[in-house]
Structures are given as C-alpha cells and as structure tokens.
C-alpha cells in the first residue's frame, strides 16, 4: 500500500483513503464544442502511459475530498511530489538524475 | 488414532540433537500409527521412523521424499487432516509441527503411495517433456474443456482442496516500525540486538519456532565465546524482554511492497493439538517499516544427476539440521555427493554421531581446506574429480553409481541416502519483490543483491557474505546504521564476535558431470514441477530464448515452492545451451509470495457479512414486519415486493402493479442518490454537468436531468428540483450516487473552480417515500402542512417545502410510475413514522406497498429507461430516445464534443425500442440476442439484445426494451430471438406501453 502525501491536509497518508484520477495537466478546452476531431481525440483519449516519471491526478476522497496532482515514478511507485490542483508542472523534481 | 504405534523411532539417535527427554508424540500418516517427540517437524518425526517416502511427483507420479529441512521444500507435501472441515493440502512436512494426533496424509496417488498406477506416466515420460501441453492438447479446441483439462488435472496435481467451508478465523493487524528485521539467524539477531540497543521500535520476524537459523545446524560457530545455539537463543530471550522489540516467530515475511510496506503471515495455531476457538489460525501483519534490514539467508542447491529424485537423497544442510537438531540419523549407510565443502561437515557429524558414511563423490580435482582434511582424518572414502551417474532403488535410494568425470567404469556403492550440496543460493527474493536490481558476482558465481530501489539492506548469506564473523559484523553495523537512520541516538556498543571452525567455498550451478547433453538421464532441475536438465535443453533449441519464455515453456520454477532450489540451475543449464553466460541471460523476477499463504489470512475478516458494508434505509425493520422480501442492489437491501399469504413473487408483483395503477402504492425511494448543488453559480453549474438547460427553470420546479461523460455517453440520470435561485436538490440512480457526486466534484475543483458552488451529499439526510397512483394526492392530504398540493398549485414536476406529519419535508409532485405521483423527503430519523401513518391512510384507499420488482414492471410500461441497465456505457442521449432532454441551443456541457464524434452520429447505431413478442404470454429473457434472419448461418449477425423484460399485467401481455441496430426505423417489424430450445418472434414497438399520452400523470 502507497503512502501518498495530501497537499491540502498537509500528511502521509494510506493509498486506501485516495483515488487515483489518471493524468494530470489536460485542460479542458475552453471552446471544447470547436474542437476538431482530431484534436478532441488528442485531448481525451491520448495519453503518455510512461515507464517512468508521471505527472497525475489522485483525489483524497476519504479525507478532504480535494483533487491535487502528484508525480510518481512507475518502475519504483515512488511519490517525488505532490502538489495542489492548478499549480503549475514543478520543472525540478527532487531526486531525479541520480 | 487407534492401535499400537507399531514403528519405533529406531532412527532417533541418543546422544544426538537437541530435543532430548522432550514428551513423546503419537500422530500417523496414511493411517500408520508413529510416534515421535515434541520439538520435531512432521519430517524429523517420519525420517525418525525410517520413513522417506511420502509423496508422488507431479507429472510423473514417481516416488518421492524429503528434500529439506525448511521452507524451500519443494517435495514433502501432504495433507494435514484436524476434522472434515480443517484438511489442509498441500502442506510442507518439513514445515510442520508435530502435535499429539496430528493426522498426514500423502498426496496424488492411487491407490496407495507405494503402489501409484498413475506411475505409468513415468514410463510415458517422453510425451511429457517441455511444451508438452502447449504442442499435445491444441486442437480441437472444443476438447480442452471436456476431456484434455479434466483428465490432466485429475492426472497431474497435487493435494485435493477442502469441500467444507472453512471453520477457523484469521485475524489482521497493522504494525509500525523504524526497523523490521527479516530472519532471525545470526545476521537477523545482531542487526535486530544493534537497533534494539539504541531504543528504536524493532520487529524481527522469522518463519521458524525458535530463532538461530543455520546455527540449528552449524556446530562449530561460536559468538562471545557461547555456542552459536544457545548464544541465539540468549539474545533471543534479551530481544523479547525489550519493549522496543516485538519479536514473531512461526511469521514469514511473503511479501516486499512499495514504500517498504511488508506483509507478514504468523502461524498463530497450527502447531497446536487442541487450538482455542478464540485464536485466530493465522494473524496477516501488514508492516510498514522506516528501514529494513533483508537477513534471509541462503539456500542451499541439490546436485542435477540421474534419478536424483528417489526418497532417501536430499540436501546435505538437511541431513545435517536433523542429526545435530532432531537427533535423527537419515540413514545407515549415507554417501554424499557435493561440488563443494559445506556437505563434508555433515558427512564429519554424521561419522561423528556414529553413522557410516559409505562415500564422498566431489566433482573438484583438488579440494583443499579444514573440512576435507578432516574427513580424511575421519578416515571417511573420498572420491575426487569424480561425480555420480545415477542412482538404483524403487520407493528408496539403494545406491549410487559413481564414474570419473571424464568417463570410465562405473562404481555402484550401496546407500540408504544420499546427500547432495551444489552450494549456496542467496535468498534474494525479498529483495527482488522490493524492486531492486540483482547483480551476478563473477568471483562467487552467484547473484546478489545490487541497486537498491527501497531503504532496506540485505546482511549476511542473502548478500552473499561468507562466514559468521564477517556475517556478525555486517549485521551489525547494518543495524545501528538503519537505527540512526530512522532517527535514534546510537551508543557505543560492544560487537558481538563471532567465529567458526568451518569455511565454505562456492559450488556449482548446471547439470553435474555426467548428465550433459549426451546424456539420457532424468536429472531433475525442479522436483515440483517434475522438470529435468533434457527439458530445459529442449526449450532452448526449440526456440526459447529469453529465460522468462523457458520458465514458462518448462514450467520450471513455477511451483508452489517458486522454485528456490531450481532457479539457477535453470539458468545454468539455459545459458550452457545458448552459449552465453549467466548474467548475460538473466534471473527470473521474482515475485510474492516467498512462500504460500493461505487464503484465510488475505481475505481474514472479510467474509460473510463482514465481505462488504449492508446499507439499509431507515423503514427496513418496518418493511421486514410487512413481510418484505429483500433483494440486493449494490450495498442495499431493497424491498422487493411483499407478499400477501399464499402469494408467490409473480402473483405478489401482478397485484401490487395494478393496484398501483387503480388505487395507490407505497414505495421506499430512499436509497436514490441526492446531492445538493449551492451557490450564487450553481445553474451555471448545472448547465455543465447536464445536457438540459438549467437557468429558466423556476424554482419550485423540476426537470428530468441527463448527464453524459465527457465522450458523450450517458453516465446518469434523474429528476433535480430547483428550490431557489441559488439551490438544486439533484438526484441520482441508486448505484450512481458515489461517482456523480466524485464526477461533479472533479469539474467543479479542477475544470470549473471559477464558479462559487458547494457539492453536498445528502443521500443519507433525507428518507424518500413514493406515493403513487390516482389515489396518492387523497392519501398524503392530511399530513400535508404548508403546501398546496392541488393539480394546478402542484403540477407534474414540482417540488415544495413544507411540513409533512408535522416534520420537514421537501415534497416532490413527480412520478417513475407513469401516475400521479409524489415523492415524500423527510429527514431520515423521521422515515418509519411518516411511512406508517401513509400506510395507515393509505389502506382507507385500497394503496399497497409496492416493491422494486413493481417499480421496474411500472417504469418499464411507461419506457423509463435506468442507468446501467437499459444503457451500458455505449448509449448517447439519441440512441436512448432522449434527444428532447439536450439543450439545442447551449454552446457547452460535458459531453456535448464527444457527442458529436463521427461514429456516434453516424447511421447503424443501436437504439432503444419496444418489444412484443407475438405470443403475447412469451416473457424475453433480459440480455437475449435479436436476429433479423434466423434461418442464417452461425454464427448469426446480432443487431441487438433485449435490456428488460417483464409481464405486465396491466397490458394483459409480455413487454421489452431492447437496443436494435436502427430500431427506430424498423418499428412494426419481425425480429426474432434465438434461444437453445426455440426461436422467439418478437414485433418491434415504440418504447411506451401504457397510457401514451402520458394523461395519467396529471391525475
Ligand atoms: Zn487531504
């Protein structure tokens, strides 16, 4: 079981009280009606799926009920950050390169 | 047990061991009475008894023994039998405790062990080889199920599950740390005593009865001047008394998961003869530790040589751990055969405690070192440069044919067993679970820990380090590091010094010499699976390249015991075959659980009514003393229908649908889902989440709401209320509630954070009663205060506040009946009084309560869809006939992109229609498949498939929803319904049945 750190309470917390949400930082468009197909399939079905870092969504859906976005390794499930929905991508991740 | 115990222990030696005087045992394994002592393992016992075998093999049904004295022991297993209830396969006897009546039992043989007719499968051992079922058993497919797969699993298997539910409990707990310690060996213990010293919270978990690991059985190590026995069972006794320590012992560490989160298994009873009803049989500890220290070990290799399977040759460690710790001698007259030093100190003991030692077989030139010369002063036959061919016996070892490595004439030395040591594989298994990266030392020829991927760190035989004293001080200093680590102050501590009269050297990995490609032999790799040194040969050249493709293609490795005694010698003989070297091939990935674990211990409390919440609405009593018959929708129990005497389901349900549609029912509406949408925005809100327009619904009215996701398909329904401005009460489908609420939520925290909005469940707030029929406004009049509740004050889809038998109520005018109808909320404490007096006054009226059975005949009659049933996922608003119910004008909702795509705008599209089956008494079975021609050629093109289906007595005849392929334009048509004993004609009808003009809801 993950231990996953709410930005919003502010704790480690068990993988039992989130839900994971898939990939964080596609914004809606605003004009989604105008979307050509194309572009309304890159928005909702593509996705990175990496071996690796990954930017995604969890929700502390048993605690503060809050959607925040976490980067976390695929190959180790290790959590490099968590950080509040809106925020922008973090361009430095702690303990990566090593 | 009846009877004399008629074997005696003539193989228990008397100034051997460690059990001394301890109580005799009485227990027998296939019905033969034995006795044994307190302290043994069912092995230690059998061989005490001069019983070797005790098991068939897998495949070949042939004779087996006791390989090992622990947890890798891929061989013994049995059945143990406590009642008709408690009969545990698959049991290792190596592992097993003995208790007074433990009764055993052998495995996959008929009719008896030592007469197997399933044996022949020995003889027909060459259609058996690698592949074998892959090649044999692929056409016709059809035949797998009928008669491949039952004959293969009545043939090949191992023990018989148990047919009775299981009657013991198991118990689960949550364990924090700053250091677990895994093995409880000499490396566990000084690395559990280091930490422990410090004052960190340790827990030092070991899958034996008492700590010590190899010291059971090493007897020359000595640790400050003590015995390594009794200096780990000292420590052990220091460490228990510590309230930072919480030592588990008969707890195997199975499994290694991220952010160093273990799970632990503990034995809790069956080592017992008589267990308390009130222990668990087992307790699973879920442990999440700061810094875990690996102390697993190693295991040790057989040799891979002819016959190397027959009861009576196991490893040398093993011999040696029941003579020096069971005081039991393997046999009389023992030969060894080993590639490396450590059998010799068995071989030293044994001579020692008494027993012959016919021979010594090493595969080296030149051995050198304290073990060989002192087996040599023993006076004990070596054979160098030398290895063994095969084997002779039938259900036991009886010699060993020993031949110069490079060929030459043959040797049979007669034996009663044989001991085998390859050498030492670390236990890496933890350490892999974990994640990290195992490297291939070049010097030892072994694999090692290497990148660790997790705060943990692998100490003595499992990092490959030799010896007790340099084990001790790695330990050790492992400990007070992972202490400081997590956070504690370290002293000064004095390090335990240990030494030993005894060295090992590295082995071998592979096929002995003498059984190389030339050879015939049936040299074993894994015992379990029954797969030998040829079949691994025959993957590779069959085209197996990757060691993942032979394990699977071999099946090497793959049994229950994860093939801890098979692994590198499938990797050796695979990358001999391919030319490369070890490493350059790879180790399998090893994965949970080390060892079996039981399902009890994972599914523990969960069981029963305890396997997941019951949700019950506040008039459940009150329904259950109305004669209610429940039924399960998700979580809850819902009335179903309720039964007046003498009448079964259908009657109950034909008389409550039409006393509905003449007088009135009653109906518990509580479990819809309701959430409360607040705020300055929550129209605008509204208008996002679903596809209708929101802002010009006045308040006090109400609209059917549908809600797509994102790709256009309909995610949920049902009727909001506006009660002000600024406040929606929105409901949901029962099963709905959670995601809706976590689907809105997600808009609105992350798409949508602009709009000022507040999201409440109220699910649980409000108890809902349904009053429907063209009674319903005469039945709730009296208890109405505050409300108009006249047609034209209250029309077909409106909602008021008001009080309702003197409490809060939100009074709905709306109807899933096709009536009039209304739908009563008021706070749930409140629900069973408000809905005995609607009873109460609702009889006066001739009104029934009705059940969900009626509610669905009643909806279905009108051609309200639900959620999840008569739509799947694939069904946009179009395809379900509620093209009325998207706004045309708005510019965004969710889904109103996705809605647009290509294919769902396209022609060809399912779409829900009405069914009638031309005999009108012919009932559809929901999920049915539509045809449009049935005298067509199977496999026949489905153009759809019947989504409900019902008798409606108000119709007088069978009525259905169904998604057709362009159903819409084919209505007046022939379909037809295949089913296995007659094909159904059906006529396709619009989605109503009843009452279409609707005229009946406005009373
Ligand atoms: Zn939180």
Redesign the pocket.
């Known amino acids: 079981m993950l231990l996953i750190r709410?930005p919003?309470?502010e704790q480690e917390l068990p993988e039992i009280e989130f839900r994971n949400a898939g990939e964080a930082h596609i914004a809606r468009p605003t004009h989604i009606a105008d979307e050509t197909d194309d572009d309304f399939e890159k928005y909702f079905f593509i996705r990175t799926n990496p071996k690796g870092i990954i930017y995604e969504r969890w929700r502390?859906v048993h605690?503060?009920a809050?959607f925040f976005n976490a980067v976390r390794d695929t190959v180790t499930d290790r959590f490099l950050l968590t950080y509040k929905a809106g925020e922008p991508k973090p361009k430095r991740l702690p303990g990566v390169g090593k | 047990m009846g009877g004399e115990t008629t074997v005696n222990q003539s193989f228990r030696l008397a100034n051997a061991g460690r059990l001394g005087r301890a109580k005799t045992v009485r227990f027998s394994f296939d019905g033969q009475d034995y006795a044994g002592v307190e302290g043994d393992t069912l092995a230690s016992a059998l061989i005490a008894n001069g019983v070797h075998l005790v098991g068939r093999s897998f495949k070949y049904h042939r004779p087996r023994g006791i390989l090992s004295a622990g947890a890798e022991e891929p061989s013994a297993l049995v059945g143990i039998h406590r009642d008709a209830a408690r009969k545990t396969p698959n049991i290792r006897a190596t592992v097993q405790e003995l208790y007074d009546g433990l009764t055993a039992v052998s495995q996959n043989r008929w009719p008896s062990l030592s007469l197997d007719a399933g044996a022949v499968n020995d003889l027909a051992s060459p259609f058996f080889a690698a592949g074998f079922y892959y090649k044999t058993f692929m056409w016709p497919k059809a035949a797998w199920k009928s008669l491949y797969e039952p004959k293969i699993r009545e043939a090949a298997g191992l023990g018989v599950a148990p047919d009775l539910p299981d009657p013991d409990h198991y118990a689960s707990r949550y364990a924090h740390c700053d250091l677990l310690v895994v093995g409880g060996g000499v490396a566990g213990l000084a690395a559990a005593l280091a930490a422990a010293e410090t004052g960190a919270r340790v827990i030092l978990c070991d899958e034996q009865t008492e700590l010590g690991g190899a010291l059971r059985y090493e007897r020359g190590a000595t640790v400050d001047g003590q015995p390594g026995w009794d200096w780990a069972q000292a420590t052990a006794a220091k460490l228990a008394a510590r309230d930072n320590v919480r030592m588990l012992t008969r707890t195997t560490a199975f499994g290694y998961y991220a952010q160093n989160f273990l799970g632990l298994v503990e034995r809790v009873t069956d080592h017992l003869a008589e267990p308390s009803p009130d222990q668990p049989r087992e307790r699973l500890w879920q442990v999440r530790a700061k810094r875990v220290v690996l102390a697993t070990g190693a295991i040790e290799r057989h040799m891979v040589f002819g016959d190397n399977d027959r009861p009576g040759i196991m490893l040398a460690s093993a011999a040696r751990t029941y003579l020096n710790h069971y005081g039991v001698a393997v046999g009389r007259q023992i030969g060894v055969f080993t590639a490396n030093d450590s059998a010799y100190w068995t071989a030293i003991d044994l001579k020692k405690a008494g027993v012959n030692v016919a021979a010594i077989v090493d595969t080296r030139d030149n051995p050198a070192g304290p073990a060989v010369e002192e087996a040599r002063a023993l006076g004990i036959e070596l054979n160098l440069g030398r290895t063994v061919l095969k084997t002779g016996g039938r259900l036991r070892v009886s010699s060993m044919t020993v031949q110069a490595k490079k060929g030459g004439p043959e040797r049979v030395i007669p034996v009663d067993a044989l001991l085998m040591s390859a050498g030492w594989t670390p236990s890496v298994h933890l350490f892999s679970q974990s994640r990290g990266k195992v490297a291939f030392n070049q010097t030892t020829n072994r694999f090692v820990p290497g990148d660790y991927a997790q705060a943990c760190v692998s100490v003595g035989g499992c990092n490959g380090t030799d010896g007790i004293g340099p084990t001790v001080a790695e330990a050790f200093a492992a400990g007070e590091k992972a202490a400081k680590e997590a956070g504690t102050t370290v002293r000064r501590l004095s390090r335990p010094k240990a030494e030993t009269s005894e060295s090992w050297s590295r082995g071998m990995a592979g096929a002995a010499p003498g059984a190389g490609p030339d050879s015939k032999a049936k040299a074993f790799v894994d015992f379990q699976n029954d797969v030998t040194a040829k079949d691994i040969r025959l993957a590779v050249e069959q085209g197996m390249r990757s060691i993942e493709h032979v394990k699977r293609y071999t099946t090497n490795g793959m049994a229950t015991d994860q093939g801890k005694t098979s692994n590198l010698h499938g990797l050796a003989i695979a990358a001999e075959t391919l030319g490369k070297t070890m490493p350059e091939v790879g180790l399998t990935t090893f994965r949970p659980p080390y060892t079996p674990v039981t399902f009890g211990a994972i599914v523990n409390h969960s069981r029963g009514a305890l396997f997941e919440p019951t949700r019950k609405t506040p008039m459940h009593e009150w329904a259950v003393k109305r004669g209610a018959v429940f039924e399960d929708v998700g979580q809850w129990k819902r009335a179903w229908y309720f039964p007046e005497a003498g009448e079964n389901m259908h009657a109950a349900v034909n008389r409550e649908c039409v006393t509905v549609r003449k007088a009135a029912g009653i109906f518990d509406a509580t479990t819809l889902g309701k959430i409360e949408v607040v705020g300055p925005d929550a129209a605008a809100f509204m208008e996002l989440l679903y596809t209708n327009p929101w802002q010009k619904l006045d308040p006090g009215r109400c609209r059917y709401g549908v809600m797509l996701r994102e790709d256009g398909f309909i995610y949920d329904d049902g009727v909001v209320g506006r009660l002000a401005e600024d406040r929606f009460h929105v409901t949901t489908t029962t099963g709905g509630a959670p995601r809706v609420l976590q689907h809105m939520e997600d808009y609105l925290q992350t798409e949508f954070p602009h709009l000022k909005v507040w999201l409440t469940s109220t699910s649980e707030q409000w108890a809902v009663i349904a009053v429907q029929g063209p009674k319903s406004r005469d039945i709730i009049q009296p208890f109405v205060e505050g409300i108009d509740i006249s047609d034209e004050a209250l029309p077909h889809m409106s909602v008021r506040e008001g009080k309702f038998c003197g409490v809060p109520t939100r009074l709905f005018r709306m109807s899933f009946s096709g009536e009039r109808g209304f739908e009563i909320n008021v706070p749930s404490d409140y629900g069973p009084a408000v809905i005995e007096a609607i009873w109460n006054e609702g009889r006066k009226h001739g009104a029934c309560m009705y059940g969900t059975e009626t509610m669905h005949v009643l909806r279905a009659e009108k051609g309200y869809i639900i959620v999840g049933q008569d739509t799947d996922g694939t069904v946009t608003p179009d395809d379900a006939g509620l093209s009325w119910a998207v706004g045309k004008k708005k510019t965004d909702f969710v889904g109103i992109r996705g809605m647009n795509r290509p294919d769902l705008t396209a022609g060809g599209r399912k779409q829900l229609v009405g069914l009638k089956t031309k005999d009108p008494n012919i009932v559809l079975e929901e999920g049915a498949q539509i045809v449009a021609d049935p005298r067509q050629a199977i496999p026949m093109t489905m153009i759809g498939h019947v989504t409900s289906s019902y008798w409606s007595e108000n119709c007088g005849r069978s009525i259905a929803l169904a998604l057709v392929k362009d159903g819409r334009g084919k209505i007046g048509e022939t379909l037809y319904v295949p089913m296995p004993d007659r094909t159904i004609e059906v006529e396709v009808a619009g989605t109503v049945f009843y009452d279409e003009t609707g005229a009946r809801l406005n009373g």
């Open positions: 709410c919003y309470c502390h605690g503060c809050r």
